[in-house]
């Protein structure tokens, strides 16, 4: 059976359909995927009911590396990052807890693009969902090229040449750009979470504010709102300023696709084009994923510091 695709929304994203991951994929199948791939940079396929599946999708996009946050990756295969909220306890519940724009979330992630506080960016990732959440529980995507495309000329010439400094800030209530309200609930323990500021440490990463897409030569607003901390060489208060505007303009809602997961679903977004959110889902409600992490460098970022060595990982994770 030859595969289709059909569109996901009018923004982005395409259903591959017809496609047997149980054995090989063949040479034509492929390069049709990866054509879709460029075209929408996001790709949905249904019914990864295996980890065999998952890992046979995953290497058709490029060769696998284990997750920057080296704890949630599988003793097993490190390639597998577990990424789930089982509400068993009330500590739990606690725990992965964060109230946005008024409303109680476990597992809830800002707009971001993966890795963005390293300089070698990660060129995608695949989502497989073992267990949806009952309520709630979508990822959202945004095409930062179409965003690129909606700016003004005089913005697009302003912004042409300069370069955001990220810091890893994995608390969600401390980033600043293109978030929602975000508050700790009252009594929260963040020891030990991604709130935790002394739990992950990383050097300061640079990465410019345009790039371009190599197969197409089409530009890419190249900003993640999560870990953006200023831009580089320029007034604070106008950096505060920009990058406000910049985040509002690329997290516009009615931009976004948010994919409303069902078992089994497979998820492939290209991390050097789109940004991706996670709602996140009630304190009561179980959700379970697994996601590959696909290796890329797109040579543009470096360490603020210049003596580290782009190519190192520097990172660490306090137990």
Known sequence: MAITLRKLSP??????????????????????ILRAWVDAGVLLFRGGRSEAVHMRLSQLFGELQPSALADLNQADNPYLMSLKYEPSTESARKKGCHIVDGVERAGFLGWHWDQSF??????????????????AGETGF????????????AMKQRIEALEVVYEFNGAQERNRFGFPDVQLPPGRDIRGTPSDPDRYKF?????????????????????????ASYILGMDRV?????L????????????????????????VWDNWRVIHSAKGVPLDCTRRAMRTTILGDYDRGRYLDPSLDRTVMYGRFDD
């Open 11 to 32: 923004a982005l994203g395409y259903e591959v359909r017809g496609l047997d991951l149980t054995s090989d994929v063949s040479a034509e199948d492929h390069a049709d």
């Open 238 to 242: 106008e950096s505060e300023d920009l």
């Open 203 to 227: 050097p300061a990463s640079v990465h410019p504010l345009v790039i371009t897409q190599a197969e197409t030569g089409r530009k890419i607003l190249k900003l993640s709102p999560m870990h």
């Open 118 to 135: 390293m300089p070698v960016i990660v060129r995608g990732a695949v989502l497989r969902m073992l267990e949806p959440s009952q309520v």
């Open 244 to 267: 406000h505007e910049l985040a509002d303009h690329l997290v516009d809602d009615r931009f976004a696709y948010y994919h409303r997961w069902e078992k089994d679903d497979m998820v």
């Open 142 to 153: 945004i095409d930062a090229i179409a965003a690129y495309e909606r700016l003004s000329p």
